[in-house]
T-cell receptor, first 114, second 110 residues
Framework: DTGVSQDPRHKITKRGQNVTFRCDPISEHNRLYWYRQTLGQGPEFLTYFQNEAQLEKSRLLSDRFSAERPKGSFSTLEIQRTEQGDSAMYLC????????????FGSGTQLSVL | SQQGEEDPQALSIQEGENATMNCSYKTSINNLQWYRQNSGRGLVHLILIRSNEREKHSGRLRVTLDTSKKSSSLLITASRAADTASYFCATNRGAQKLVFGQGTRLTINP
């Protein structure tokens, strides 16, 4: 069990640029979640996958955001035409998908949009 | 939107004292979970309590749940400097996602 890993840890970009984050969940976990967290707030749900299927998307996820999980393994979150309001910590979590859901989180990707 | 509200937003105590944090939520739940987050890091699961349970213990942690009041509390006994972190409650309503509160920032002073 190597834990949930996220890459990169930090990303600085200019407004209008596209960015992509990667998440590698714990290998036997079939559910994968993306959350966004701003300073002093709790994580806000963005989307989640059951294997390769994206089952729910938050209204927070505008059409500039897209997430994929090809083959039900790693996941990517892409933000197109970034805005300063996108600056936040993007957290990935995974779970086994059985019964009571305990989430295992990665260390997050801190995005700064200048 | 966030379902839970933690109280207090910030708490500062001396090492060795007990710390109590409260969480209120709005709708019926299947379970409630508490997580800890150290600065700039991901969240770590601490404890889960189901809707049909009233109290649960794990080491120095004690969680209570009152579904009639839609509230939960997390007690950390004999606090240590390493307990300094933000603590979040999260509710599971049967949908697959967890909904987090805004958190309590706990500072343990040596």
């Amino acid at each position: 069990d190597t834990g949930v890993s996220q890459d990169p840890r930090h990303k600085i970009t200019k407004r209008g640029q596209n960015v992509t984050f990667r998440c590698d969940p714990i290998s036997e976990h079939n559910r994968l979640y993306w959350y966004r967290q701003t300073l002093g707030q709790g994580p806000e749900f963005l989307t989640y996958f059951q294997n390769e299927a994206q089952l729910e998307k938050s209204r927070l996820l505008s059409d500039r955001f897209s997430a994929e999980r090809p083959k039900g393994s790693f996941s990517t979150l892409e933000i197109q035409r970034t805005e300063q309001g996108d600056s936040a910590m993007y957290l990935c979590a995974s779970s086994q998908g059985q019964g009571d859901e305990k989430l295992f989180f990665g260390s997050g990707t801190q995005l700064s949009v200048l | 939107s966030q379902q839970g509200e933690e109280d207090p937003q910030a708490l500062s105590i001396q090492e060795g004292e007990n710390a109590t944090m409260n969480c209120s939520y709005k709708t019926s739940i299947n379970n409630l979970q508490w997580y800890r987050q150290n600065s700039g890091r991901g969240l770590v699961h601490l404890i889960l309590i189901r809707s049909n349970e009233r109290e649960k213990h794990s080491g120095r942690l004690r969680v209570t749940l009152d579904t009639s009041k839609k509230s939960s509390s997390l007690l950390i006994t004999a606090s240590r400097a390493a307990d300094t972190a933000s603590y979040f409650c999260a509710t599971n309503r049967g949908a697959q996602k967890l909904v987090f509160g805004q958190g309590t920032r706990l500072t343990i002073n040596p």
